[in-house]
């Protein structure tokens, strides 16, 4: 928050400032200026401690499909809490939320993935994919196949290895990271990065050449797995150009590389499918999801995997006598009651043919803001996209258009290098798709 205002003693948002170490701020700015604390939710509004009303054209982070105050969600929970707050997975016990849930996931999910390991976060999640894939690789005697392919700009989360995946410098600088076995490949940013003349199909060769080169000068046989998101979030919703995932995977198959497909933001009807990949032809070894999991009403994530990716780590298990990684909260039972009630919600309501009618509507507001002497282009699939605006954002900073949409409409959007980005909860309705368009085009003339 960059706007000039007295900050009371004692209030929130002075205690705020005094106690709370923030994540993915500038900690100095934020002991000056403090941030927008917000009170409640309603659908896709969220509200402050004034009372002011904000669309959440984020969704929260990029995570609440079902809206800002789903009661069967509060309700699921509670019943939870009275019956079995807590239970671990650990040491041969179960409990019946996360059996539900589990086979829940396996009914939705792309047919050849049959189990799901429960983490709480997408970092979690990512990065124990990564040491699921060292423990197989040891477990079929390929003890040098390690090396993990993550992309410039590709976000997979803040844990070490999760971190170390991402390509993100920002997530890197003074961490220490990446770890050594993490390499990158190009960003399919379209069309930012084309060459003069080039189709999508022959930038998406091209990427897919790029890789190639990275696969053969690392070492085929040191290459394990390569992580994506089917549509980049955090690096800016980069939506990738036709043919590239196919051309992708046609090389990771060609040197047996596994394939992690890290649906965290795509997952659950974003992109107008229930998952990414049914949209791109991904057919991953992997699939990590969360946030939209559970809305995000608690901590969630799932790990679903093909039968070929768990029997070496089943078979190594059984070898060592334990695989022995796990968390107290993995498979919590109200983060994963809540999870299947979520998923049920999604269903009912249809959210994913929700999104999938509002693509159009959407995606044409967004190019229709590119005519602005503002803008340059947009992207998007299903309730995702972005607008690039001529560069008013600094590195760190939330931009000026994120900043305007924010104090003077009432939208709150991420601002991700040049671009604004949206990921509006799917529970949006035509009527309120077009207020956060008209916002948008009332804060980009407010710049101009
Ligand atoms: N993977 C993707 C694609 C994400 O967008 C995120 C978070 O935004 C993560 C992983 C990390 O998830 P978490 O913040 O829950 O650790």
Redesign the pocket.
């Known amino acids: 928050m960059s706007q000039s205002k007295t900050i009371a003693p004692n209030s929130i948002e002075a205690r705020d400032i005094a106690y709370q170490f923030h994540p993915s701020v500038d900690l100095r700015r934020y002991e000056e200026e403090g941030g927008l604390i917000i009170d409640r939710g309603e659908g896709i509004y969220v509200f402050d401690q004034a009372g002011k009303r904000y669309i959440e054209g984020l969704a929260g982070?990029?995570s609440v499909a079902v809206g800002f105050n789903e009661k069967r969600l509060a309700d699921v929970a509670y019943a939870q809490m009275q019956k079995l707050p807590y239970y671990h997975s650990f040491n041969y016990k179960a409990h019946g939320p996360s059996v539900d849930l589990a086979e829940k996931l396996v009914q939705i999910s792309p047919e050849h993935l049959t189990k799901v390991h429960f983490t709480s976060?997408?970092?979690?999640?990512?990065d124990l994919v990564v040491k699921m894939i060292w423990y197989r690789s040891n477990a079929l005697g390929l003890p040098d196949k390690k090396k993990i392919i993550g992309r410039v700009k590709g976000?997979?989360?803040?844990?070490i290895a999760?971190g170390s995946v991402t390509g993100i410098p920002a997530n890197h600088g003074s961490f220490d990271l990446p770890l050594d076995r993490m390499i990158h490949t190009l960003t399919p940013d379209y069309p930012r990065d084309h060459l003069e003349g080039e189709t999508e199909e022959q930038f998406s060769a091209r990427m897919a050449e790029a890789l190639e080169e990275l696969i053969l000068r690392e070492g085929p046989e040191t290459i394990a797995a390569m992580f994506g998101?089917p549509v980049m979030?955090?690096g800016g919703v980069i939506v990738p150009p036709k043919g590239y995932w196919e051309a992708i995977q046609a090389v990771l198959r060609k040197y047996d590389i596994l394939l992690v497909a890290?649906?965290?933001?795509c997952g659950f009807g974003r992109t107008g499918k229930m998952f990414a990949c049914e949209v791109y032809g991904i057919k991953p070894d992997v699939m990590?999801t969360?946030?939209q999991i559970s809305s995000s009403y608690m901590?969630l994530?799932a790990i679903l995997m093909s039968d070929d990716f768990y029997n070496p780590i089943a078979d190594e298990s059984h070898r060592l006598g334990v695989f022995a990684h796990g968390y107290t909260a993995s498979g919590h039972p109200v983060a994963t009651a809540v999870g299947l009630e979520n998923i049920k919600i999604i269903e009912e309501r249809d959210l994913v043919g929700n999104a999938a009618r509002l693509e159009a509507q959407f995606l044409s507001g967004l190019r229709g803001l590119e005519s602005h002497p503002m803008a340059l282009w947009s992207r998007g699939v299903g309730l995702i996209g972005a607008l690039e605006i001529k560069g008013t954002a600094k590195v760190g900073e939330m931009g000026q258009l994120a900043q305007a949409c924010l104090l003077e409409e009432g939208l709150i959007v991420r601002a991700i290098g040049d671009a604004i980005c949206l990921c509006p909860p799917l529970v949006i309705t035509a009527e309120q798709v077009d207020e956060m368009i008209a916002a948008i085009g009332r804060a980009l003339d407010a710049l101009a």
Do not use: F, Q, R
């Open positions: 982070l990029w976060s997408g970092s979690e999640a990512n976000y997979h989360g803040v844990t999760a998101e979030g955090a890290d649906e965290v933001i990590v969360s946030k901590p994530s």
